[in-house]
Nanobody, 123 residues
Framework: QVQLVESGGGLVQAGGSLRLSCAAS????????MGWFRRAPGKEREFVAA????????PYADSVKGRFTISRDNAKKTVYLQMNSLKPEDTAVYYC????????????????WGQGTKVTVSS
């Protein structure tokens, strides 16, 4: 299994940008599809974006499509989430997750999770 550590969260004004990183440890990062999820205060965890092992499949939640971009660097064992045009409703703890085989929007199918990084967007 991989271990995941997120970073890059913080406080930003609406309209601003942040880039989240998720660093993985372990020898088999290339075997994993990766996902970003978030949990806003008082809400359930929701899917944000995912990326396949070769980066050829990148589904997004409708709420972030066109504003967020997921990418990965297999040599660095890192996945990124570039977040632009941030809105107050993007405020949440963002989690990185990993699974073998295909990408999916379903959190239950991911078996490795990071501890999360908090993003706060002020209006």
């Amino acid at each position: 299994q991989v271990q995941l550590v997120e970073s890059g969260g913080g406080l930003v004004q609406a309209g601003g940008s942040l880039r989240l990183s998720c660093a993985a440890s372990g020898p088999t990062f290339n075997n994993y599809a990766m996902g970003w999820f978030r949990r806003a205060p008082g809400k359930e965890r929701e899917f944000v974006a995912a990326i396949s092992q070769s980066s050829d499949d990148t589904p997004y939640a409708d709420s972030v499509k066109g504003r967020f971009t997921i990418s990965r660097d297999n040599a660095k064992k890192t996945v990124y989430l570039q977040m632009n045009s941030l809105k107050p409703e993007d405020t949440a703890v963002y989690y990185c997750a990993a699974k073998l085989l295909l990408t999916t929007t379903q959190a239950i199918r991911y078996h490795c999770w990071g501890q999360g990084t908090k993003v706060t967007v002020s209006s």
